[in-house]
């Protein structure tokens, strides 16, 4: 697995823990405040940390989205 196909990864996969909830205490933060290398994959870590919070409905949609192009990512 390519570093950018991991990167992607785990783009996607924090965001969805983050939605289901499974994520630690302080995963979000760290992944909205670490840059990554990727700009496309850190472009989607930027979408996802200007979410509002609490999330509602919106929201969440919107994270769907975005981890839905992280995963598109992983597979190319």
Not at 9 to 34: E, K, M, N, P
């Amino acid at each position: 697995m390519s570093s950018r196909q991991s990167d992607a990864t785990y783009v996607a996969q924090t965001i969805r823990a983050f939605l289901q909830g499974t994520g630690g205490a302080h995963d979000w933060d760290a992944f909205t405040s670490c840059s990554l290398r990727d700009p496309q994959l850190d472009r989607i870590r930027m979408l996802a940390g200007a979410v509002d919070l609490p999330v509602g409905r919106e929201e969440r949609a919107n994270l769907e989205v975005l981890a839905e192009q992280a995963e598109r990512l992983a597979q190319s």
